[in-house]
């Protein structure tokens, strides 16, 4: 039986949730354990971790872009809105200048994933986070 739209996103927004948190455990920390929220620099373990979204996962253009996801502390990503202003410099001084603004603009830009796509990332996230652990 084939898995609703709904339940593909929600198949994928695990895995992907657990490929970025990983993904920057890895790059703040060199670890898998622990990683640096992007909005206020507290060093969190990875079980206490989230995936926040600069723009809002209500945005499918950038709900799986990867330069809008990154790892945050749940106390910056649920009690504080997800510091989008702290997030956006954050942004910025990663990818360069105007990112966040790009992203901006992006999730703006309506668009409803196909079955396929979501099952194709499905798919590529899953690996990638098989090559991580």
């Known amino acids: 039986m084939k898995l609703t739209i709904p339940k593909l996103k929600n198949k994928l927004d695990r895995i992907f949730s657990r ?3 990983l993904r920057d455990c ?16 507290k060093i969190i373990t990875f079980k206490s ?6 723009q ?3 945005y499918g253009s950038t ?17 504080q809105a997800g510091e989008q202003y702290a997030f956006s410099k954050e942004i910025d001084r990663i990818y360069g ?8 603009q992006l999730a703006h830009r309506e668009y409803h ?20 652990e």
């Open 49 to 54: 971790s989230h995936a926040g979204h600069f």
């Open 26 to 41: 890895i790059a703040t920390t060199g670890t898998l354990d622990n990683g640096r929220c992007i909005t206020c620099g």
């Open 97 to 104: 200048k105007g990112t966040a603004e790009e992203l901006e």
């Open 113 to 132: 994933f196909k079955r396929y796509e979501l099952e194709e990332l499905i798919k590529y996230y899953t690996a990638k986070v098989k090559e991580m």
């Open 63 to 79: 709900r799986y872009h990867e330069k809008n996801v990154k790892l945050q502390c749940s106390y910056c990503n649920c009690f």
């Open 56 to 58: 809002s996962r209500r």
């Open 19 to 21: 490929y970025i948190r």
